[in-house]
């Protein structure tokens, strides 16, 4: 395996004053190889794939990789397997560090490596190669395409990029629904669009302002499904209360509004008086 990381000096980087190696003790990066080899693996299965990277892709990646690594190196660091079982190593002039200060060690390192893998999204939305990548995939379905979107329902001690993970098929669901009973094909494509700066003949602030709105609504919606799925509303009631506004409120952005109504707008009988029915009828306002 080809590791971005390739000796302790690089590793130094990464993990700067976490631990200090004494004379004749083995280099960190030796006590965490067999991690790096792992934590790398993660990495280029859920973000780089096995493209070039640049400098700044580069050196998000190996941040990941190293701090990775080392939470899952800490709880072993300083044990050794005796013929008597595991024992931990002498360290003169020095206490072992507690229990709850290897969970603080560890919780800091989670958080890290949680910016970084947020940061290393944010890099790589703008490189074309991995947009067409499958490792992309995952994140090019939905709006939410930041792993901060799911910090709201994240479980404590758990990594964000599971958290993300988890509300994909719900962010899919709902998406899908949006779609095809109230935004159109065409509409949310814009939406994905301005996303990943693919140029657009709808003006970005219009733009921005129906995606935060369609966002909002699909976060309150995955806040309730995400803990009960058997929730006892119709999903296309929940979400018709959730999209109701705006539609009707696509009439405020001209542009918006005619790349709408040429998809939908045969579906939708907007009066005066703000009452329609949704695409599917059956609710009112």
Known sequence: MNLLISNNEEL????????????????????????LEQAQREV??????????????????????????????????DLVLTPNGFAVVNTTNMA???????????ASLLEAYDGWADNLLSI?????????????????????WSLDEAAYIKKDGEPLLDAYMRIQPLAVSFE?????????PTLMARLHDRIFDVDSDIDAKQLKIISDLVKDAEKRWIAVHHRDRSV?????????HLMQRIVLNLRKY??????????????????????F???????WL
Do not use: Q
């Not at 993990?15 to 965490?32: A, G, Q, R």
């Not at 190669?129 to 995952?138: A, H, K, N, Q």
């Open 277 to 283: 029915p949704s695409k599917n009828g059956g609710f």
């Open 176 to 184: 899908h629904t949006v779609e095809v009973d109230y935004l159109g």
């Open 124 to 144: 790589l939305r703008h490189n074309n190669e991995w947009l067409l990548s499958d490792v992309s995939e995952p994140y090019r379905r939905t709006l939410l």
């Open 232 to 240: 006892a509303c119709p999903k296309e009631h929940e979400i018709w």
């Open 12 to 35: 130094r980087r990464y993990i700067v004053n976490v631990v200090h190696e004494v004379d004749d003790e083995s280099p960190l990066y030796d006590k965490i190889l067999p991690f």
């Open 44 to 77: 280029e299965r859920h973000f780089i794939g096995n493209f070039d990277l640049n400098a700044d892709e580069h050196r998000a990646a190996c941040s990941l990789i190293a701090i990775k690594a080392f939470y899952h190196a800490v709880p072993s660091l």
């Open 254 to 275: 001209p542009d918006l509004y005619e790349v709408w109504n040429s998809e939908m707008g045969d579906f939708f009988t907007v009066a005066y008086s703000d009452h």
């Open 96 to 106: 072992p560090a507690s229990k709850e200060r290897i969970e603080r060690l560890r």
